[in-house]
């Protein structure tokens, strides 16, 4: 399953220094100065997953694989954007072929960094980046509701696009669509308010821990469900550590995890997906699904044929794999089940697919 999360905000909050971080490279230019970011940034990473290291000891595994995720940093947003302002045009179509947003927040003072604005305000910067994206979203729906181009759309999509239509009209939250509507559909009306977000608070050091006034007042506005307190500085100079002076420097600035391992986590929350494995001699292999995936969409993660002669899984969940030792035990002790075509698959659940050629 390919996933995409773009980096978002305004000129000069941090996000190319946080794609770099997180991609730990220096692809991404980070200066001083508004839109030093124009074609859009776009690094793989690996999901850190503990249990692979795991699983692949007791099955002695060749070589691990880890499933992947995109990040994609995109030029800052400014307003006016939906009209073309700044870099608007470009920024918002590349908004639109990723699967959730991060928007990054200034949460800092510095007289060294340029702020587009005259004063450091999270909440009002988020505001502008949702408005622009409202905005095109608007053009874009009354667009596709004309009468030359209704007769082009599904009775699903036409309701949705007549709904937010209605929500920005009247000022209504859109969240009433994910509420109404079918994830999937409303994926597929590519409309840019709708996207999974996560908001990152771009602190200084020393706000890292326990966070500052601005982290304060955008979370009372916004929540802490999905929202992030990070460093990108922070974690820029720790990449560039190896482990162990990692670990001796997260302990000295009193951080248990990185900000980006949270990050990664947080998107497979927001965007509901689960972790399967496979294991063996020759490799153990983590793959993405969506929650709620029946087996035979699991197998077709690794073939489409698998999922076509889908006949059924040999399944064990992942403690129970651990504590017998891999997959003859945990047959022998009869927690090894076999599950059909209507098992939804569970985080974690160590697969192996029976299918006809």
């Known amino acids: 399953m390919s996933l995409k999360c773009g980096i978002v ?7 190319s220094t946080l794609f770099n971080a997180l991609t730990n490279s220096s ?58 302002e700044g870099l608007g045009n470009k920024f918002l179509s590349h908004i639109r072929e990723v699967d959730a947003i991060i928007h990054m927040i200034r949460c800092f003072d510095s007289d060294d960094i340029q702020n587009v604005n005259p004063t450091v305000d999270p909440i009002r910067d988020l505001e502008i980046i949702e408005t622009e994206m409202m905005l095109a979203d608007l053009e874009s729906i009354q667009k596709r509701l ?12 036409l309701q949705i696009l007549q709904t937010a239509l209605d929500c920005i009209d009247n000022d209504k939250d859109l969240a009433i669509l994910n509420r109404e509507f079918d ?8 409309l840019l308010s709708l996207k999974p977000k996560i908001f990152v608070c771009n602190v200084d050091e020393q706000s890292l821990q326990n966070g500052n006034n601005y982290t304060k007042a955008f979370i009372n506005k916004l929540g802490q469900e999905n929202t992030l307190i990070i460093s990108a ?21 009193g951080l248990k995890e990185t900000g980006l391992n949270l990050l990664i986590h947080k998107s497979y929350t927001i965007l509901e997906l689960d972790t399967y494995f496979t294991s063996g001699p020759e490799e ?6 969506q929650k709620n995936c029946t087996a035979p969409k699991a197998a077709g993660e690794i073939h489409t ?15 129970d794999f651990i504590n017998n030792d891999g997959w003859i035990n945990s047959k022998t002790n009869g927690k090894m089940r076999l599950e059909g075509k209507d098992y939804i698959v569970k985080d974690g659940d160590v697969l192996n697919f029976r299918f006809n050629t």
Do not use: H
């Open 183 to 190: 994830r999937k559909q409303l994926k597929q009306s590519g």
């Open 284 to 289: 153990t292999r983590a793959w993405t699904i």
């Open 233 to 253: 500085d922070i974690e820029n100079q720790i990449n560039e550590l190896d482990n162990k002076e990692k670990g001796n420097y997260m302990e000295m600035i």
């Open 146 to 157: 004309e009468k030359n181009n209704k007769r082009n759309i599904d009775e699903e999509q």
């Open 305 to 319: 044929d698998f999922e076509l002669g889908f006949i059924r899984a040999e399944t064990i969940s992942y403690q």
């Open 27 to 84: 692809k991404a230019q980070a200066a001083n100065f508004p839109f030093c970011t124009i074609d859009p940034n776009v690094g793989m990473v690996l999901v850190p997953d503990n249990r692979l290291v795991n699983l692949a000891k007791i099955s002695k595994s060749k070589k691990i694989i880890n499933t992947t995720i995109s990040f994609v940093d995109i030029a800052g947003l400014v307003k006016g954007a939906s009209k073309g």
């Open 9 to 15: 905000g305004l000129p000069n909050v941090g996000k």
